[in-house]
């Protein structure tokens, strides 16, 4: 058994707090047959975190991983913003290599910019 996981959370630059109920989907990406598959999908909580581990133990495999975020509906319900979004859907790609390790991938988002990096 391995004590990897994998963990997200998402911040909201633009009003200092943490992005509530943003709608994420997991995918592992197949580069050999250019594929993806979901895994799951879920939601972050009122911390801007997801109740669950996203991957761990035996679920984590060493590959390419995309999150997407659906930030385009949770700036919607806090503001009136100008159709097509600038930003809706957010994906980052990374990959995992070390099945024992920790990999959190945070978001910090406005409805006009995002970082990303390799938390702990």
């Not at 707090?17 to 997991?26: F, H, N, R, Y």
């Not at 975190?49 to 995309?66: N, P, Q, S």
């Not at 509906?73 to 100008?82: K, L, V, W």
Request: with cysteine.
């Amino acid at each position: 058994m391995t004590n990897g996981k994998l963990t997200t959370h998402v911040l909201d630059t633009a009003n200092g707090c943490p992005g509530k109920e943003i709608a994420i989907a997991l995918w592992k990406l197949d580069s050999k047959v250019d594929s993806k598959t979901l895994l799951k999908t879920v939601k972050t909580n009122q911390d801007g975190r997801t109740d669950e581990l996203l991957l761990a133990g035996e679920e984590l495999e060493t590959g390419v991983y995309e999150l997407v975020f659906k930030v385009g509906d949770y700036f919607a319900r806090y503001g009136e913003y100008s159709e097509p979004l600038f930003l809706d859907e957010i994906p980052i790609r990374f990959g995992i290599s070390d099945i024992e390790a920790h990999y959190h991938v945070p978001l910090l988002v406005s409805p006009w910019s995002y970082s990303t990096y390799r938390g702990s």
